[in-house]
């Protein structure tokens, strides 16, 4: 009896339990009929927009503002032969199952154990769109959360409803997504009218978009197609012999369009830029024809330089009077993957090299930090940066140009005259200017920049360097279109740089003076390369147009010894020439209120009967009087008729004076290199003697040098150079040879003794 009792108690608690788990399934199981997810909650509402040029002229379709090619239709619109090839290759049980297959679950569960790996997937139709919808990681918990969205869905949907909403999210190669937006990129067709062959290629794509894209790997995409046949085969959809057949089909695919028929990284700018309720179609202010062309000149500019490994371009055109895009070019081929074309080379962001020079002067100018006439020292400069190694600007040549008039210095795109220029303004201050002219992402601090500001240690796009540059085009005065808060700058400033950047003569030193810069009708440019030739720039604007462009590589590689003016200048040359083909640009605009004078071309002051170069240049009327009362100091009359001259350059020279082999000097002209006026030299008695000081002159003279030091005579000798034994005391340099004599004086102090002291390292303290 008690046994009895025993197993009755028993079959009762067990019986409970099954009771329990039954209800708390069903209880499980109703909760997504609480939450349901219904068609209209996740109704795709981005639909495709429809560009158009200026004139009218189609520009593209099938973009969304996310940049994913994306046409909502409904499941009646799907041609049944993909409906059937989906089914067959990714649910064949879909229609006969819930939202979860548990068959196929409880196999692949079996599969993955008897073969230690996951052999196939059991996610059926549902889940996947689940998985679309709310994308979670591959994990168990990121699988319940799957299931659980998937019985919601199937809890609020009818199986057509999920069908349709999934076939209309299908990854389908690229940013292709849905089997109507695929069927018209990749067949110029609607999906209603797919055949068999076109159905199971489409079919086979969403198993791995990007390893089964058409375009790129056909021969993997085909074997995909064979599965998705077989399994049609199994179906019962086809015969083995139309299977066959159906494989065996050439299938011809629509140039990489993609729904595109030009500038696609323009519409996808554009489609961005558009509020949320937006027209289906939309009208831009590119022109077609010229895009075409600024298109295929780019591709033709880099197949030139391809053997320089340059492999991409960008370049965008701007209307001078409205701001409007006329041209806009990111990359030469944005379909190809295997070049990056995707990549927005308009917007991207890289070191502009010396594009921001001309804004530097400009506000240098402005501020009247400098004139129009200063000159400026290109020579050997060292700055001490704090915790780093000095930093020592040289040009692209590696080589120093000495004296140079702000109009050469900004011109030939010198280097160390601009650093001297933002030394004097700031850096901070020049930051702040490059933020009013909309330069947003040299966001860093002053302190990260640094004096390499001006020479490019910043990134900036391609974009804003255009939209600067239009605005200096437009001599400060912004657009309608762009509004800036900055347009009461001074006119006559950019209209003064704008006549450097378009003075030809100007430039002959490092570009020639018949260089491709050099158009046939005015025009203002500047080139730029980045630090290892990684990025090359070249911005310009006539009366009507601003043009930039940039050539490159989108992964960072340097070119092979590619600079502005032959890297991204033929490309900007080339659209110039035919924005103007049929009507040249009126004049560039004169700096107003601002006067002409002749000019010592060596030393920017006003000429004397000695300065054997004479050249013209803008002043502010009044900086006139000290004009008058500052003549040229550079050259110096040595004879009665001033038909002989000596060239004397102020001190800062003399290192770039010894670096010249051609003499600069006049002949017979003596000029003491070292040491410099004004020099201070200790000597370290424990070092003993031996310890020596090099004089040097600029050149070597023709007749003997005599050296005297403090009045007495020291040394005579053929030679520019001699080496004398240090001595304390203050010193007056002398140096004779026929009528020609320098001097210089410098002091020689005594070094204090370092100390011994046991544990002490002068050297180890200074690291």
Known sequence: MRNRRFFSTKRRSYFTIVIVLILSGILLRSLPYLAPIRASDIAQNDQ??????????????????????????SLNEVSPNLVQAILAAEDQGFYHHGAVDLKAGIRAIAEAIQA????????????????????????????????????????????DEILQAYLNRLPMGGNIYGVEAAARVYFGIPARDLNLAQASLLAALPNDPNDLNPYEHWEHLKKRQQYVLDRMVQDCYITQSQRDRIFAEAVKLQPRQQGILAAPHFLFWSANQLPKNHPAQIRTTLDLPLQQFVEAQARQVIETLARNNVH?????????????????????????????????????????GSTLKPFLYQLALEKRIIQPNTVLADVPTHYAIPGAKLYSPTDYSETFQGPVRVRIALANSLNVPAVRVLEKVGVAIFLDRLHQLGFAHLNQSPDYYGLGLTLGSGEVSLWEL????????????????H??????????????????????????????????????????????????????????????????????????????????????????????????????????????????????ALSGLRPTAVCPTIVQEYFYPEDLTTY????????????????????????????????????????????????????????APERGSGQNLQFRLAEVPKQPVEWRLNGEKIATQTSNTFFWNLRAGDWTLQARSGASTDQVRFQVGVAEKPSTRRGFSLTEASR
């Not at 189609?58 to 973009?63: A, R």
């Not at 409007?324 to 081929?333: K, P, R």
């Not at 939209?467 to 005065?477: E, I, S, T, W």
């Open 48 to 73: 495709a927009i429809e560009f158009q040029d200026r004139n009218g002229l189609p520009l593209g379709s099938l973009l969304t503002r996310d940049q994913d090619h994306t046409a909502v239709i």
């Open 116 to 159: 230690r790996r996951i052999v196939s997937g059991a996610s059926t139709i549902t889940m996947q769109l689940a998985r679309m919808l709310e994308p979670s990681p591959r994990t168990a918990w990121g699988k319940i959360q799957e299931i659980w969205l998937s019985w919601r869905l199937f809890a609020g949907m009818s199986k």
């Open 312 to 352: 991409q371009a960008a370049a965008i055109v701007l209307d001078n009077r409205t701001g409007n895009v006329l041209a806009y070019v990111g990359s030469i081929d944005y379909f190809a993957a295997s070049q990056m074309g995707q990549n927005d080379g308009v917007q991207a962001l890289r070191q502009p």
């Open 466 to 481: 255009a939209q600067a540059y239009l605005l200096m085009a437009r001599q400060g005065q912004s657009t309608l279109l």
């Open 483 to 600: 509004p800036q808060s900055y347009s009461a700058y001074s006119t006559s400033t950019w209209s003064l740089i704008t006549n450097m950047l378009s003075d030809r003569y100007a430039r002959a030193r490092s570009f020639g003076v018949d260089s491709v810069l050099s158009l046939p009708f005015p025009a203002a440019v500047k080139t730029g390369t980045s630090s290892d030739f990684r990025d090359t720039w070249t911005v310009g604007f006539t009366t009507d147009y601003t043009v930039a462009t940039w050539v490159g590589n989108f992964n960072g590689e340097p070119m092979r010894q590619v600079s502005g003016v032959t890297g991204a200048a033929p490309l900007w040359s080339r659209i110039m020439l035919h924005l103007h083909e049929h009507r040249e640009p009126a004049a560039l605009p004169l700096p107003k209120d601002l006067v002409q004078r002749p000019i010592c």
């Open 628 to 683: 008058q009362q500052h003549p040229d100091t550079f050259y110096q009359a040595i004879s009665n008729d001033q038909q002989q001259y000596r060239l004397n350059l102020p001190a800062e020279y003399n290192e770039w004076l010894a670096m010249q082999q051609e003499p600069i000097l006049s002949p017979g002209t003596l000029r003491i290199i070292s040491p410099r006026n004004g020099d201070y030299f200790l000597v």
